[in-house]
């Protein structure tokens, strides 16, 4: 796992430019490379790239532009889209966008500068930026995530576990923003005062039933690792070696199937006594035969609308 200021270290060793000075190596962490450094032609231009995309992800959760893969990541670097379409981009200032996409412009010339993005309206508006819109990524994606069954959850834990810090870019930075007091855990408390920040107009139940959703063990608190998995977007999870890993965890016996025995016995392992097992395998187990074969397991992590409780 690479942390989060080993992340930031290698970013500022990205070369800097003095008097115009062009370089020619290949440096930086994959998400945060500028277009003109895979081209090994670059200046000063490559910074104001690196801090878009950081500013994209504190905004949105997610990299601008990702792929399972370093040279699928270039790749999107050079020609993928910039989405402010999905969520909270409807729900970021206008003002915002603008400068994340002036900030990511692929030609280096028309980039702004370092001074014109200190100048930016967003950022200059009373001296603080002032979109929170990662807090209103959390109520969509929680909203989500409690509409699911604990297997689904499970095996979402399961994958988020097993991603690189890099991978799950953004979600320390959610975490800490919503976990003021620093303690590692997310109280009810804290959770209700995030969630106000963005004027979200919940019932105490409603924040109650939010906070239950996440808190798949029950400690009565939101753990780094369930926030991760209830934050974790859904083009992660539905990856095929990550669901194949997934299912490959509850499948202890390597037989091809997920058992009653096996679905329980990892629900021991997170902490989970309250299941009733017979209905998360009813839902699931398609054909009927007791079991959940593979196709039936993605079938539950792949269907939005499938593996809801």
Known sequence: MIDDDDQFQRIESIPRSPLGEIFTDVVGSPYYVAPEVLRKLYGPECDVWSAGVIIYILLSGVPPFWDETEQGIFE?????DLDFVSEPWPSISGDAKDLVRRMLLRDPKKRLTAHEVLCHPWVKANG???????????????????????????????????????????????????????SGQ???????????????????SEISGLMQAADVDNSGTIE?????????????????????????????????????????????????????????MHEVDQDNDGRIDYSEFVAMMQDTGFGRR
């Open 76 to 80: 999107q670097v050079l020609k993928g």
């Open 128 to 182: 603080v930026a002032p979109d929170k819109p990662l807090d209103s990524a959390v109520l969509s994606r929680l909203n989500h995530f409690s509409a699911m069954n604990r297997l689904k959850k499970i095996a979402i834990r399961v994958i988020a576990e097993s991603l690189s810090e890099e991978e799950i870019a953004g979600l320390k930075e959610m975490f800490k923003m919503i976990d003021t007091d620093n």
């Open 186 to 204: 997310i109280t009810l408390e804290e959770l209700k005062r995030g969630l106000e920040r963005v004027g979200a107009n919940l019932k105490d």
């Open 224 to 280: 780094y690792g369930e926030f991760v998995a209830a934050m974790l977007h859904l083009n992660k999870v539905q990856k095929e070696d990550h669901l194949f890993a997934a299912f490959s965890y509850f499948d202890k016996d390597g037989s091809g199937y997920i058992t009653q025995d096996e679905l329980q016995q990892a629900c021991e392992k997170f902490g989970l006594s309250d299941i009733r097992l017979e209905d998360i």
